[in-house]
């Protein structure tokens, strides 16, 4: 092999740092993640409690029609439960 050819090696120094930096990518990407994942949960989380204070009336309507089918669904859950 001509010796004109031959690459140089790397300095240990140069292979240390490369993988210093891609450790430090690798870990912002981990926080940048975690931090679009912190704001979107405050947003839906605010978002949830402005929709419960706007349709309150509404929410306690349905859970007021939901009581019946809940009770009904939880005897026979208790029912199927005796029989065993």
């Not at 050819?5 to 690798?26: D, L, Y």
Request: aromatic share 8%; glycine share 8%; hydrophobic share 55%.
């Amino acid at each position: 092999m001509d010796p004109s050819q031959m690459e140089e090696p790397t300095p240990s120094w140069q292979i240390a740092n490369s993988k210093w930096q891609m450790a430090r990518k690798e870990r912002c990407k981990v926080k940048l993640s975690v931090f679009l994942k912190l704001i979107l949960g405050l947003v839906l989380v605010t978002a949830g409690v402005w929709a419960m204070m706007h349709w309150f009336y509404a929410i306690k309507v349905i859970a007021k029609g939901c009581i019946g089918v809940v009770l009904l669904l939880c005897g026979l859950v208790i029912l199927g439960l005796a029989r065993e």
